[in-house]
């Protein structure tokens, strides 16, 4: 077993294979998103140096960036205290991690009549995905 296989077999993965991944951005510390992986989509990351998840509604890998532009270079992979979240510190290329078009995913927080959204569209998702977002 080589040092990549080891670090897969670590994991603990829940009942569907999967462990939730959280990206991180390696410069400002700002938690850009949280997905899922499974050992296929870990080991590619390992190998290629980029976010790769596991697409749940897809059932397929997904290469962060594929289709936006807007990859994940891995600069950093952890692994908390219970094996059982992965944490993935990256460079975000193109600032824009969420599909929303926006810098990350946590963009809203309580307000007075329920969630409300504090952070604009770096880029409207229509001219990144396309009509069909």
């Known amino acids: 077993m080589d040092a990549d296989d ?3 077999t670590e994991v603990k993965w829940n009942r569907d294979g999967l ?3 959280i990206a991180q951005d390696s410069a400002s510390g700002d938690v850009l998103m949280l997905a899922w992986m499974n050992a296929e989509s870990l080991a590619c990351t390992i190998a290629e140096g980029r976010a790769v998840y596991w697409s749940r509604s897809r059932q397929s890998l997904w290469r962060k960036g594929e289709e936006s532009g807007n990859v994940q270079q891995l600069r950093e992979l952890r692994l908390d ?3 059982d979240t992965v944490l993935l ?3 975000q290329i193109g600032g824009i991690a969420c599909h929303t078009g926006r810098r990350h ?3 809203r927080k309580p307000g007075a009549d329920g969630w409300t959204t504090d952070m ?3 880029k409207d998702p229509t001219e990144i995905y396309g009509a069909g977002q």
Do not use: S
């Open 6 to 8: 080891k670090l897969i």
């Open 19 to 21: 462990v939730p991944a």
């Open 81 to 83: 205290c219970d094996g």
């Open 89 to 91: 510190k990256v460079e």
């Open 105 to 107: 995913c946590f963009y």
């Open 120 to 122: 604009p569209v770096v």
